[in-house]
């Protein structure tokens, strides 16, 4: 029998200040890049919404290389992850005060050292949204809401009136599923709800393997450009209200957006292949 290859697995929740909160996500740091297969199947097997392989970056641009993957699919994005994987590699570099990262579709991402000892900023692409009639997946969806706008990379903003009617919403996702990998966010003004935020969301992407995911850092990529428009200033706090649920600075920085938040580490160990 061949010997098994071990590889480094750190397990963090990410947007979260507690263990059990926020988004979990697997972060592997790996020498060189395994087979797109490999990586997929791994991802299947972690069965967290996201797992973040990291390959150290050659073109001097940055210093990780960084992909995600859903239990069945690669994402173009996935700021829970990002967050995750800075949490991670400046925790084993205390000197570090922030790490670039290289992607496919994303560009440059930065995660770096907040204000507080044990939060992060990151930076992210703007995601801006125009307003888009989808009666299909507004009716599965549900609730009566004021209007839907779109992205072209997949994220569609759902507006509400209030963060009840949003933390109400129980969608068909079967049917949403049949509309391919697109990230559904719900979202309304935090007022009266107790998050005490000023926005709240919930974001369904069951195209992608995901009924509804906890805490959604690059569906803020897209609230952060419309609310700020109709909050009248460049930043808020937000709040995604899925079971786990988790916080979320969002300010605009020019074509980026600055997203803040606290990482738990749950699980340190190895992936025996």
Sequence with gaps: ????????????????DRPFAGNPA?????????????LQAIAAENNLSETAFLVPDESGEADYELRWFTPTVEVALCGHA?????????????????MRFRTRKAGILQVMRGGEDDEYRMLLPAYRVT??????????????PV???????GYAVIAYHSAEEVRALSPDFAALKAGGDVAY???????????????????????A????DPVTGSAHCALTPYWTTRLGRDHFAA?????????????????????????????????LL
Excluded at 209 to 212: M, Q, T
Excluded at 244 to 270: F, N
């Design 185 to 207: 966010i719900a979202t309304a003004p935090g007022a009266g709800d107790p998050s005490g935020a000023d926005v709240v969301s919930r974001v369904f992407v069951p195209g």
């Design 1 to 16: 029998m061949s010997a098994l290859r071990s590889l480094p697995i750190t397990r963090v929740d990410a947007f979260a």
């Design 26 to 38: 697997a972060v592997m740091p790996l020498e060189e890049w395994m087979s797109d297969a490999m």
């Design 131 to 144: 307003a888009k009639a989808m009666p299909d997946a507004l009716r599965v969806i549900g609730g009566e």
């Design 239 to 271: 709040y995604q209200a899925s079971a786990r649920g988790g916080y979320v600075g969002c300010k605009l920085v020019g074509d980026q957006v600055e997203l803040t938040g606290r990482c738990v580490t749950t699980l340190v160990g190895e992936f």
């Design 82 to 98: 990002t967050l995750a994987s800075g949490h991670v590699l400046l925790s084993h570099a205390a000197w570090r005060n922030e």
């Design 147 to 153: 209007e839907s706008l779109w992205n072209d990379g």
């Design 209 to 212: 393997g995901i009924d509804e």
